[in-house]
């Protein structure tokens, strides 16, 4: 999707757009409102979702309670067939400890305990390269842009892309491939 289009009527908007031809289709989900990410979810009914964190944003509408914030980022799930997966953030204090009601992959960083996590980070200029480590393996990846959060989003790309049978070349040539935009 373009832009910020992850409010109700935009989501159904880009739903519309959708094609037979299509493989997979990402779309942001919103959860800044009490009841959002679960009325989302059960529009596009998706297979894989990801929280990548409980931060600040929208922290007014649960008066400051970043738990009830977490339980409604979480509603991601409502909509997922019974085999779906979500992959959470465990870096993050509150995501690394969620139970959701569907089978939870953990990303990390600093995470050593997740199911997928980076090591030997190394910065270069607007590059940083890094290994994802998971069930006992080691891949090299880089992505040409700096910055940890980066890295994070990498980890989790990679994750699912296996989760979805791409080859691990293919998976960090679309890393190394990524370029940001607007």
């Given at each position: 999707s373009e832009n910020n289009t992850n409010v109700q009527v935009k989501i159904g908007m880009n739903i519309?757009?959708?094609t037979s031809d299509c493989g997979v289709y990402i779309q942001e989900i919103g959860g800044g409102r009490p009841g959002g990410a679960s009325r989302h979810s059960r529009m596009v009914?998706?297979?894989i979702t990801i929280v990548t964190n409980i931060g600040d944003?929208?922290?007014g509408n649960f008066y400051g309670d970043k738990k009830a914030l977490m339980e409604n980022k979480l509603g991601i799930v409502d909509g997922m067939p019974e085999d779906g997966v979500v992959y959470l953030n465990a870096d993050d204090p509150l995501l690394v400890e969620a139970a959701p009601d569907c089978k939870k992959v953990l990303?990390?960083?600093n995470n050593k305990n997740a199911d997928f996590y980076a090591d030997n980070i190394v910065?270069?200029?607007d590059r940083t390269c890094f290994d994802i480590v998971y069930d006992d393996q080691r891949v090299a990846a880089c992505v040409n842009v700096p910055g940890e959060?980066?890295?994070l989003n990498a980890v989790c790309a990679?994750?699912?892309g296996k989760q979805l049978n791409i080859s691990e070349e293919a998976i960090v040539?679309?890393?190394a491939n990524f370029k940001t935009q607007g």
């Open positions: 519309q757009k959708l009914c998706p297979a944003a929208h922290i990303f990390a960083v910065a270069e200029n959060h980066n890295v990679f994750a699912i040539n679309g890393i």
